[in-house]
């Protein structure tokens, strides 16, 4: 099964006024997508799209760690390439396995030559058409996300300059979804916090009624409150809530 090589981009030497338009184009429209509703599989097939533009890759795949640092395929733009993928996470071998576990970029510009490098994915991304394959480390400083790889239809070497371009498009993948992962966890720690202060007030009002009702001072209210939520196997708050339901004076406003 071959595949029909892409056109390779219009450039001038130095990388040439339609290179710098494409990549200001890419660049636009991935920042379009960092928005409050982020959604990472749509930012992720934009970057394979594009990249696959402004390099001449016949085909984009993307490799991420998940929250146990597995290696699992995020998005690949064709079926040839997700099957390859697959299989190179099957097998635990290949230059996008490579990529991420060392750290490095991995460039080959003729996989008919690393048959003893990578004995069972290189014939296996030869018979899917693919002859050539880069991948970069998304990665930051010693946290590793995943890599983002480039596989070709022809047999032909990576300019230095295309490289550079390739890794400062996994690095925008990087510094986005770092930034998403960053973004969820401030708004889960906002959230905690206001739980945490919801909980005091509604603790206060509980050991205010406590002592009140008994005559007994706030630290022994406490106690009381703690006892009881530790023989129940519940939350504090939740005792407490249940204490001001029973006097009308839920601060939930039931």
Request: with cysteine; net charge negative.
């Amino acid at each position: 099964m071959g595949l029909s090589p892409r056109p390779c981009p219009v450039t001038t030497p130095g990388g040439g006024i339609e290179r710098e338009a494409e990549l200001t184009e890419a660049f636009v429209q991935l920042a379009d997508t960092l928005v409050n509703d982020f959604d990472v599989v749509e930012f992720l097939e934009l970057l394979t799209r594009r990249c696959a533009d402004i390099l001449g890759a016949d085909a984009v795949g993307v490799l991420l760690s998940d929250r146990t640092g597995k290696l699992t395929l995020a998005v690949a733009s064709s079926k040839q390439l997700e099957a390859v993928e697959l299989f190179q996470l099957q097998r635990s071998e290949g230059p996008c396995w490579d990529a991420f576990h060392l750290g490095e970029q991995v460039i080959v510009d003729d996989l008919s030559r690393e048959g003893e490098r990578w004995p069972t994915l290189a014939p296996r991304a030869l018979e899917a058409g693919f002859a050539s394959v880069h991948a970069f480390p998304m990665r930051l400083r010693d946290e590793r996300l995943g890599s983002m790889n480039m596989f070709s239809a022809k047999a032909e070497p990576l300019s230095n300059a295309d490289v550079r371009v390739g890794q400062a498009l996994a690095d925008i993948a990087t510094i986005s979804i770092l930034q998403d992962r960053a973004a969820q966890q401030a708004s889960e720690l906002s959230d905690q916090l206001q739980y945490a202060l919801d909980s005091r007030v509604t603790i206060e009002q509980a050991k205010g009624l406590l002592a009140a009702r008994h005559d007994i001072g706030p630290d022994e209210a406490f106690d009381v409150l703690r006892d009881v939520a530790r023989r129940n196997r519940r939350q504090l708050r939740s005792v407490a809530e249940d204490l001001l339901d029973e006097h009308g004076k839920s601060p939930r406003g039931d």
